[in-house]
Every structure is written in C-alpha cells, then in structure tokens.
C-alpha cells in the first residue's frame, strides 16, 4: 500500500509554545489528507480536511486558529498546534486519500504538554 | 443513531478460531467501505476494502450486503497476530468517512 510519513513521532514541549506536525505522502499524490487526534481507548477523532491549494474544512468544535493547517503541495500538509496546553496532549494522527477512497495513515505523532 | 455502530466486544477466541465482525452503516448513498486493523498505540491499516461481490485476501473474507446496510469481516484460521481492533469505514460523498468504534479481537494460544 501507499507510504504516510508523519513528523515528529513524538514532541515534548512546554506549555504555550506552539509544534508544527508534518505528513507526508511518500509514494503517490494527495489531494486531500485528513487529520485525526485519539485519546487513549477512544476512536478516532477527525480534526479537519486538508484540500492541496485551499483552505482546510473544519469539524465542529475544533479551533482552526489553534490548530492551523496548511496543505501546500500534493505530498505535505502540516498542523501546527498554537499556544499548546496540556489538554492538547494527545496521539495526532493525518491520513492522505487514495484514488479509490482508502485512506492511508502516517505512523501518527505523540504530543505531550508539560 | 451512530452513522457506524460495531460491537466493541471484545471477542476472545483460540487459535485457529475463524471469527466474524459485523458493522452497520446507516446511510444507504454510503459509496465505499473498507476494514482497517489498528493495534494498540499505532495507526491504523488498511486492510481491505469491500466491494458488492466481496473480496478475499487470505484468510480475510469481506462482504458487503448493500440491502441490509452492513459489511461484514471474517477471518479464518486465526493468528495470535490478528490480535487486534477492527476498524469499518464508510465513505459517504467523496471526502466524508464515518468510522466504526471498532471491535477488538484477542487471540488466544
């Protein structure tokens, strides 16, 4: 199947500083990517739809000047998450659409805020 | 009412067990539907998708009863590897996926 990577795998930073997450398509081009947070024993969560060139759609409740997101080519599109506080503390997780609509995962990033 | 609703189990079975997972979607335009396997405090894979006809890769059988709005995985001979939470997907309207909460399987010696 397609390669996701996702960088960092893992972040430790303190409170009030922001981290920038990237994802990447290895192998193929995406259009649209997807990012996803999970707390432990729960599902999935979908953040917000990355669309390659314009600006990404949002689901309810989650802030998009916290958690920007920029999808500038059709292999990277990055979160950054702003003024980071320990409830953001979670396993992000970005995903790039398949020509068939399968999504293919990156290896996620663990964040930690002290 | 869940757009995908899964048993959560989880289901304990012994080696070489065969084990079926079910998963119901309730939007009848929903237009694609995949299993992915997700172990613990990774992400998850893409195990197969499911066409009309249904698909095997293995000893990974899945189906799809469009009438009835359910997929179905069934996996024979199993493996401690299988080991696992199972996870339907349902796309719905290109970009728009609903996930399952997903199932866990623990496989037994």
């Known amino acids: 199947g397609a390669v996701v990577s996702q960088h960092p795998s893992w972040v430790i930073c303190k409170s009030g500083t922001s981290v920038k997450i990237e994802c990447r398509s290895l192998d193929f081009q995406a259009t649209t990517m997807f990012w996803y947070r999970q707390f432990p024993k729960q599902s999935l969560m979908l953040m917000a739809t990355?669309?390659?060139?314009?600006?990404?759609?949002?689901e309810q409740g989650v802030e998009k000047d916290k958690f920007l997101i920029n999808h500038a080519s059709l292999t990277l599109s990055t979160l950054t998450v702003t003024s980071a506080h320990p409830e953001d503390s979670s396993f992000y997780i970005c995903s790039a659409l398949g020509s068939s609509y399968e999504q293919y995962f990156g290896p996620g990033t663990r964040l930690t805020v002290t | 009412r869940k757009e995908v609703e899964q048993d959560p189990g989880p289901f304990n079975v012994p080696e070489g067990a065969t084990v079926a997972f079910n998963c119901t979607y309730s939007?009848?335009?929903?237009?694609?539907f995949f299993w992915y396997r997700q172990d613990c405090r990774k992400e998850p894979k893409l195990l197969m998708s499911?066409?009309?006809s249904g698909n095997e890769d293995g000893r990974f059988t899945a189906q799809l009863n469009r009438a009835s709005q359910y997929i179905s995985l069934l996996i024979r001979d199993s493996k401690l590897s299988d080991s696992a939470t199972y996870l339907c997907v349902v796309n719905y309207n290109f970009n728009k996926f609903y996930f399952g909460s997903g199932t866990k399987l623990n496989v037994k010696p």
């Open positions: 990355s669309n390659e060139g314009s600006k990404a759609t949002y």
């Open positions: 939007n009848s335009a929903s237009q694609s």
């Open positions: 499911v066409y009309s």
